[in-house]
T-cell receptor
Framework: SQKIEQNSEALNIQEGKTATLTCNYT??????LQWYRQDPGRGPVFLLLIRENEKEKRKERLKVTFDTTLKQSLFHITASQPADSATYLCALGGNSGYALNFGKGTSLLVTP | DGGITQSPKYLFRKEGQNVTLSCEQNLNHDAMYWYRQDPGQGLRLIYY???????QKGDIAEGYSVSREKKESFPLTVTSAQKNPTAFYLC??????????????FGPGTRLTVL
């Protein structure tokens, strides 16, 4: 069955460092992958989308890579700030009506 | 402001009761979705609708029902048949139903607790 795995343990890093979050998938051949940010008690917010023919995508301090051979996406936040503390979800195209299949998310805590 | 609204923010239900969660969007989006999120879990798809008067079951539709009588509205009813309804419910919409790459816009969520 299709499976999406994200780091289950929270990631704690110091302000100014680069945070790297991992999303691995199995039994999937996604045409694209999306990353969302979710703050406690709120709905996810779209951050970036990367397509299968793209190796890397950047948006301000964010960078996403997509390796379809390794079946993995890496999400980087450079020069991290305490305001970046949140849960980050990766999502792949699902089988139904272009709904998304989400990973469980990785919690990021950036300390001053 | 354009966006998705969900109400209520918190909802308490007694066992055996049906409750309806509201989801409204003024983004003129075609597709709408309902997800359920449990602590430490990813979002799971309950129902989705790609066009008015049409909707499809997602991965965990048992015990839930929906309607899509208007483009902007997609209410979710949690019936008494849903054995474990306590969860955080998220509604989302997408601009074009046939464009896989479109991002999804999420509402603020409704937290349902069964007493």
């Amino acid at each position: 069955s299709q499976k999406i795995e994200q780091n289950s343990e929270a990631l704690n890093i110091q302000e100014g460092k680069t945070a790297t979050l991992t999303c691995n998938y199995t039994n999937y051949s996604p045409a694209y992958l999306q990353w969302y940010r979710q703050d406690p008690g709120r709905g996810p917010v779209f951050l970036l989308l990367i397509r299968e023919n793209e190796k890397e995508k950047r948006k301000e301090r964010l960078k996403v890579t997509f390796d379809t051979t390794l079946k993995q996406s890496l999400f980087h936040i450079t020069a991290s700030q305490p305001a970046d503390s949140a849960t980050y979800l990766c999502a792949l195209g699902g089988n139904s009506g272009y709904a998304l299949n989400f990973g469980k998310g990785t919690s990021l805590l950036v300390t001053p | 402001d354009g966006g998705i609204t969900q109400s209520p923010k918190y909802l308490f239900r007694k066992e055996g009761q049906n409750v309806t969660l509201s989801c409204e969007q003024n983004l003129n989006h075609d597709a709408m979705y309902w997800y359920r999120q449990d602590p430490g879990q990813g979002l799971r798809l309950i129902y989705y609708s790609q066009i008015v008067n049409d909707f499809q079951k997602g991965d965990i539709a048992e015990g839930y029902s929906v309607s899509r009588e208007k483009k902007e509205s997609f209410p979710l009813t949690v019936t008494s048949a849903q054995k474990n309804p306590t969860a955080f419910y998220l509604c989302a919409s997408k601009k074009k139903r046939d464009r896989a790459y479109n991002e999804q816009f999420f509402g603020p969520g409704t937290r349902l607790t069964v007493l």
